[in-house]
């Protein structure tokens, strides 16, 4: 007596997973956006809590009194009336060696040219 043989099972198809997987990899790397790295010349201030990360559309406070937005070295007026439609509060990336009065400054400028919040985006510092 012959006995019937065992039914074949097809194989997975783990080709076409593979490479569903690799184009969904390769359309979030195309529309993610990709974040400009700070000014390297910027040691940022330290603090205790940081909630957002470095924004990409923040103004740079140099230490020697440099204003760069966008990389670019701009004056506190022009960085102004580019952020006057704005809602969101302004963000400034001091460094940490900018003298106080100079921050003040540029922060009061800021807030009586556009009438928004002006926020400090500083490092976080590890907690003892």
């Known amino acids: 007596m012959r ?8 194989p997975e ?5 593979i490479n569903v997987v690799f184009l969904m990899l390769v359309f979030f790397l195309v529309a993610g956006q990709v974040a400009r790295p700070a000014d390297r010349e910027v040691t940022l201030a330290l603090a205790d809590v940081a909630s957002a ?5 923040a103004l740079v406070l140099r230490a020697d009194g440099a ?14 009336m580019a952020q006057i439609n704005e809602t969101e509060p302004l963000r400034i990336l001091p460094d940490r060696n ?6 003040i400054a ?3 400028a800021l ?4 009438g ?6 500083t490092e976080k510092g590890l907690a003892p």
């Open 111 to 114: 807030r009586a040219a556009t």
């Open 116 to 121: 928004n919040d002006v926020r400090l985006v």
């Open 67 to 80: 204003i760069l937005w966008r990389g670019v070295e701009t004056s506190v007026d022009d960085f102004a």
């Open 53 to 57: 990360r470095v924004p990409d559309d």
């Open 106 to 108: 540029v922060a009061a």
């Open 13 to 17: 198809p783990t080709i076409a997973l």
């Open 98 to 103: 900018l003298p106080a009065r100079d921050l």
């Open 3 to 10: 006995l019937a043989p065992a039914p074949r099972t097809k």
